[in-house]
């Protein structure tokens, strides 16, 4: 088997074997819930009742690092673990504790994103329970949380998932501080700040808390050097005694200075990445532009000559590898939005530097090659290209996503520089944007927590309460009237009257999703107090304060909405065959989607709605609605507010994200038919993609369509998912018109784009026979799984997407 894309070694300095044996771990590892952390978590509480709740979560992050079960993984260069057990996933009851009792004995019998969990364990979590209950994040959400909001979620209009239960997560911490100064650095600089006798409260236990925080995760890393020497000391195999020595003692210094090698600096970011998660349950923990922080030490090394490209590589692999030893464990509701264990760690290559000019160097190489050789889900590889971008790294990259693992995902700076700079951030910046979680952009080291995915608005659910005078069909709720009569049918004369009563419900929902932003906003203040991943952002040290207190420079948000192009293609069929063609009334219609197109004269109207065209397909008649929709929301955004606007940072607004995940698929099961022929309970469309299977005329008619939307406005990541034959990148030929692909979709400004290439045929085998697939990784939606991971719902909502070919 090929393992390389174009790299080939010259020496032994990579040992594919062992790559190998370490990948197999990671693809067969079991996932399982832990309850150390949560033990430990407890135990300290119990202590420190009544003092700051920051410096409580300081003194408890230190004492789970001093006390949490320690290894070093089975041929890995990289340690750092993040549970008891490889793939284990810890609970953080700070956040909630309620929906882990209640699920204690569901977990290992799910549909998807299953856990074994020990009659041990459950015990251990019981006994912690009572400690908890009344005092989480979720219970102080939902104290706060008004009727109208409640109601909105019984619509299936709003779902908070994440933001009310656990951490907030999305952070790309500022790796080149850390590489240069260590923790030592930032305690000593924290220790200065403490000798200011002006400071505040706030500042001073600010401070304190970054001080308890570090000391104990330099103690941790001490905690493996004496791990690693007595493994050194039964190890019979000459090199692996030799590497685990190696370990024991960078160990002893490691972060108490500057990084001081390559080996050092990929370990570094490895553990920062890892720490943040044991100090917080929020994900999207992220590395942002790796290529660009860690070229000087690589290149150092190189001329120094104490490393080769082929060991580069090999760290490189190893430390991707270890991603997948870390896991997450979700509500089982909220586990529909976001399958597949997914983390979101994304790792970003290429593109522009601060000054303009293009980054790409040997390590954009080694990355995709490293890739390759991972073949598992996490990082959740990205790529930055440019007009100025080598063409064999833009090949390179061609050639990774031919092998049909869903990475890397393309991103244009042009567009994404532009939609930053729209929102007041300088130049040079917008210039250093990476991915922080799925597809949203942001700067690396200067953004606060959550630059997308806050509450999930239902675009699907908005359209079908527009269709029935703000009534839901399901629930019975109605919170909002067309016509300002509760109860009345709707009786639209004209488009334009469709048009305003969308405007007035999208504005009426979107307002109350901004105020269920706020409200877990405050409570993720105190509840997700944070002073390890805080200190590694600007300008939390400088201003002494955690991030969701105010400390980040730049603070943007977005909310996840689900469903434009559902609702544009359902636009163009009222528009046309109602008020244009006058081929439908309204009651025929309505009563086709209420009989789910089923019956002869459902089956009928269900004929004509699809002959009128779809977005996908490079119809401006469609593509224009669906622009108009987009503008809709758009127009909304200034008058919203974060909730720590005017409290710190220098940029604080909302933006827009068509980043959502897996919820187009259960946000799909609450809608019932709708205008555009889609079926009651099938997915909405996922991003600003097209709704599954109906872009029929090619590729390039999708970019033609999604490129007349304001894709620079989208300034927190425009989600474009696309799915290839594997047929149509096969070969030298083929692989060159794929690459010309790319290009085009950089000239046309389609802000991002990414990709399966794998047939249908496979996938319906991998359903059927699991086993035997538990290499399959796909692109889900902003990110990639292991396909037999996913629900059902999820997989074929995968498979239903349009596999394209060339024309």
Known sequence: MKKFLEFVPRNEDIDLVRIHRLQQIMEKRTASICSERAVLITESFRTTEGEDYVLRKAKAFAHILENMTIYIQDDSLIFGNQASRNFAAPIFPEFSIQWV???????????????????????????????????????????????????????????????????????????????????????????????????SEENATFYQA????????????????????????????????????????????????????????????????????????????????????????????IKKGILTQEKALEIITHMFLMNSSNNKVRPCGHTKFSQGYPLYSNLMIGGRKPDGTDGTNE???????????????????????????????????????????????????????????????????????????????????????????????????????????????????????INGKMGAEVDYKT????????????????????????????????????????C????????????????????????????????????????????????????????????????????????????????????????????????SYLKLLPD????????GPEVSCYTMSTSNITSYVPNGLDVGATPDGRKAGSPLNEGCSPTQGTDRNGPTSVINSVAKLPNDRVAAGQLLNMRFAPGALAGDENLKKFVEFLKACLLKGIYHNQFNVIDTKTFLDAKKNPQNYTDLIVRVAGYCAQFVSLMPEAQDAIIARTENTWS
Not at 640 to 647: N, Q
Request: hydrophobic fraction near 35%.
């Open 101 to 199: 009792i209640k699920e204690l004995d569901e977990f290992d019998k799910r549909a998807g994103d299953v856990f074994q969990i020990s009659e041990e364990v459950k015990r251990d979590l019981k006994s912690i329970a009572p400690y908890w209950q009344g005092h989480t994040h979720e219970d102080e959400v939902w104290k706060n949380t008004p009727d109208s909001i409640r109601q909105a979620e019984k619509q299936s209009v709003l779902h908070r998932g994440g933001i009310s239960m656990s951490g907030d997560g999305h952070i790309v911490p500022k790796h080149e501080l850390i590489l240069q100064k260590g923790f030592r650095g930032i305690v000593e600089e924290a220790e200065r700040q403490l000798k200011n006798r002006n400071l």
């Open 210 to 301: 970054v001080i308890i925080a570090l000391e104990g995760a330099l103690k941790f890393i001490k905690r493996y050097s004496a791990l690693a020497y007595r493994m050194a000391e039964r190890e019979t195999d000459r090199k692996r005694r030799q590497e685990l020595l190696q370990i024991g003692k960078m160990c002893e210094t490691l972060l108490e200075r500057p990084a001081a090698s390559f080996y050092e600096g990929c370990e570094v970011c490895y553990l920062v990445h890892m720490l943040q998660m044991i100090e917080s349950n929020g994900h999207s923990f992220c590395y942002g532009r790796f290529d660009q922080y860690m070229y000087d030490l690589y290149i150092a090394d």
């Open 363 to 481: 390590l954009s190489y080694l990355c995709i090659e490293a890739m390759n050789l991972t073949k598992m889900a996490e990082p959740n590889f990205s790529m930055r290209y440019n007009t100025e971008t080598p063409r064999d790294l833009l090949r390179l990259a061609a050639k990774l996503i031919r092998t049909g693992c869903g990475m890397p995902s393309m991103f244009n700076d042009e567009v994404a520089v532009k939609g930053l700079m729209d929102l007041g951030i300088p130049r040079e910046d917008a210039l250093d944007y990476c991915a922080i979680g799925c597809v949203e952009t942001g700067v690396p080291g200067k953004y606060g927590h959550r630059s997308t995915g806050m509450t999930y608005v239902n675009w699907g659910k908005v359209l079908e309460l527009v269709l029935n005078n703000g009534m839901d069909p399901n629930s019975g709720i109605q919170l909002v009237a």
């Open 495 to 534: 488009y334009d009257e469709v048009w305003e009563a969308w405007e007035k419900m999208l504005k009426f929902y979107s307002d109350l999703a901004v105020q269920c932003d706020a409200i877990c906003g405050r409570a993720l203040a105190v509840y997700d107090a944070d002073p390890f991943a805080s």
């Open 536 to 631: 590694f952002v600007d300008n939390c040290m400088q201003l002494g304060k955690t991030l969701k207190n105010g400390g980040c420079k730049y603070d943007v948000i977005s909310q996840s909405n689900i469903g434009p192009s559902v609702v544009g293609n359902s636009l163009a069929v009222i528009k046309k065959l109602i008020f244009e063609d006058r081929k439908l009334t309204w009651e025929q219609l309505l009563k086709a989607m209420k009989a789910n197109w089923e019956g002869k004269e459902a089956a009928y109207i269900h004929k004509l709605v699809n002959q009128v065209p779809k977005f996908g397909n490079d119809e401006d008649y469609v593509d224009s609605l669906v622009k108009d929709v987009f503008h």
């Open 640 to 647: 919203y507010k974060t909730d720590r606007y005017g409290k």
